[in-house]
């Protein structure tokens, strides 16, 4: 949940840190660190509570030079947000500075053990611990790379780890369960969270593996697993640009991220229809499966419920969705021939990470739909599909979910062509999808004008049917993610029993109402909410007297096949909760309490 960046080199090392870490805000936002070693040999730090732009007034002063530096910036898990347990943190005699992500599950017993042996903590940190081990073991030998061995042989838990001492001309990098990257340069190198971090200065990356630590140093790197044995990593070309992870004129990353669907779309598309047919570069057989299991949390959870509703459609398989959390811990029944599906935009999620090892343990096939390339889920499953949606920044997820509904359909449709010919009219409609969605992002002005009058509502209700059910719970999640109001999605039919309750002229009601086999009975469902002077906005693709008659605001999509419907239906649904949370005047890209990467359990 938090980020890291370091560097090694001859470039001026404060803006780069800063730079670096304000493309990993969203990793985490509620302080900030930086430690440099200076030209004296001393280690020169600031800390702020707050955001980088808070730690980068504050650090401009000091005029901080040097060669080798870490920064950190933080999402709290252990100990409030503030300027002491902000990282970097420090040894007794601030020789040794660390920046940490992860959590040291073992952090209490450690530093009562070094309490005892005279170690003075600050911070209410876990991660605190670390540099005081390291301390402890770099007074037997005074070598940083091995005192850092063995503090990791001791320590229990996750960390992505960057490690400086005032007399080492290196930065000591470390993993296991929390990301971590080494960018390769031309006399500099960096060590990172993620590749957005270090894109202004190379393309050549490096991903860590878990229990791998790299010793880096101005002109090369050595990795070695936690044995001493050297690794030989594969050194990977970023294709991404600096310009895909900036906001081209946007206001927010999420309005941009909306706004790129249709070429998200594209990419995810790109090659994998060919003559009717669908090229993945999955190994699956539809006859060896017994049942697909789809795992995943948030935003992903909700386009795995899309999945089901048409794997099963399209394939006659059984699929179950589960949220991978409750998947991990509650032993589930796996079976050869079950086929597992985990889908993670990051691929670093810890427990969609755990759920898939859980899943791999028991046999189960894995089979990944991942949006960054080289992340640790990638890197465990047997086989998958990249989304190839390019970065998501905003930590509300928008292009990876219709990119991952996108690419479920795919999965579908190559298991059916085992066994007969494509539908070809669905093949077409996904051709012509981006240009569909382009089309509904035109309303984003309308849809403006109704957010301004629902934006001081303080709750609302989602409704939505079949495989639009789900779409209603992403409406609903992407309103309360960024504009802080409470937003219930439920199946329509579903609403008489419980929530219809909550009905009054308070609370608004969105209705995904598009015209297909359930269109009748969700307009009996808003002809109860107007009973009840609910006050009702619906997105359809219908233009009948009756929805008009029914709904105080209509939004109208292009018309697609049912399979599709999740897409188009999203698009409003991503455009209304946007509008109203910047309305609101809300930090839309950084909701608070929200990490885009939960790397923790
Ligand atoms: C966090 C993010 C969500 C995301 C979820 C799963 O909660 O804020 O936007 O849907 O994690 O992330 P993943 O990267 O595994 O899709």
């Not at 920064?71 to 300027?83: D, F, Y």
Request: glycine share 8%.
């Amino acid at each position: 949940m938090c980020g890291i960046i370091g560097y090694v080199g001859e470039k001026e090392i404060v803006p780069l840190l800063i730079d670096g870490l304000k493309k990993l805000e969203y990793r985490g936002y509620d302080s900030a660190g930086i430690c440099v070693i200076n030209e004296n040999g001393e280690l020169e730090c600031d800390k702020k509570k707050g955001g980088i732009l808070d730690l980068e007034n504050g650090v401009h002063d000091k005029k901080i030079k040097g060669m080798i530096g870490i920064a950190h910036t933080r999402w709290a898990t252990h100990g409030e947000p503030n300027e002491i347990n902000a990282h970097p943190h420090f040894d007794c005699k601030k020789e040794i500075a660390i920046v940490h992500n992860g959590i040291i599950e073992n952090y209490s017993s450690l530093r009562e053990l070094l309490k005892k042996e005279g170690h003075v903590f600050v911070s209410e940190t876990d991660s605190e611990v670390v540099a005081h081990l390291i301390e402890k073991f770099y007074a037997e030998r005074g070598d940083l790379k091995e005192s850092v061995l063995k503090a990791l042989k001791i320590i229990e838990g996750t960390f992505g780890l960057a490690i400086i001492h005032k007399n080492e001309k290196k930065i000591i990098a470390a993993r296991r369960g929390s990301p971590l990257i080494i960018g390769v340069g031309e006399g500099e190198m960096f060590v990172a969270s993620d590749v957005p971090a270090i894109l202004n200065h190379t393309k050549k990356v490096i991903y860590l593996s878990d229990n791998e630590i790299a010793e880096i140093t101005k002109d090369g790197y050595s990795i070695e697993n936690l044995d001493g044995k050297l690794i030989d990593k594969k050194v990977y070309d970023i294709k991404w640009t600096i310009n895909q992870i900036e906001k081209k004129g946007f206001k927010h990353f999420m309005l941009k991220e909306i706004f790129e669907q249709p070429e998200a779309i594209k990419n995810a598309l790109r090659g994998r229809i060919k003559d009717n047919k669908i090229k993945l570069t999955i190994d699956l057989n539809s006859e060896d499966i017994g049942r697909i299991i789809i795992t995943a949390c948030g935003t992903s959870w909700h386009s795995s419920l899309v999945g089901k509703h048409f794997i099963e459609k399209i394939t006659g398989i059984p699929v179950e969705v589960d949220y991978a959390s409750e998947f991990r811990y509650r032993n589930p029944l796996v079976k050869p021939g079950d086929v597992v599906i985990v889908i993670s935009q990051s691929g670093e999620t810890a427990d969609t990470l755990a759920a898939l090892r859980e899943a791999k343990s028991k046999g189960a096939k894995i089979i990944g739909i991942i949006n960054v390339v080289g992340s640790t889920i990638s890197r465990e499953v047997d086989s998958g599909i990249y989304l190839h949606a390019g970065p998501e920044i905003g930590v509300a997820s928008t292009k990876a979910f219709t990119c991952q509904i996108t690419a479920l359909l795919l999965i579908a449709l190559m298991l059916k062509q085992k066994k007969s010919a494509l539908d070809v009219t669905l093949l077409n409609e996904l051709f012509i999808l981006p240009e569909k969605i382009q089309e509904a992002l035109k309303s984003s002005d309308e849809i403006r004008k109704i957010a301004e009058e629902f934006k001081d509502s303080k709750n609302f209700l989602y409704l939505g049917r079949g495989i639009n059910f789900p779409v209603a719970l992403e409406g609903a999640l992407k309103l309360k993610e960024i504009s802080y109001i409470h937003a219930e999605g439920y199946p329509a039919a579903e609403m008489k029993h419980g929530p219809i309750a909550l009905i009054d002229e308070n609370m608004p009601v969105v209705f995904v109402a598009p015209k297909d086999s359930t269109y009748e009975k969700i307009l009996s469902n808003m002809e109860e909410i107007k009973a009840r002077k609910g006050r009702i906005i619906a997105v359809t693709n219908e233009d009948d007297e009756k929805i008009n008659r029914l709904a105080n605001y209509v939004i109208k999509v292009p018309k697609v096949c049912d399979e599709l419907l999740p897409i188009i239906n999203s698009i409003p649904l991503q455009l209304f909760a946007y509008h109203l949370a910047d309305l609101k005047g809300l930090d839309v890209d950084k909701p608070r309490n929200l990490a885009k990467s939960v790397t923790v359990e």
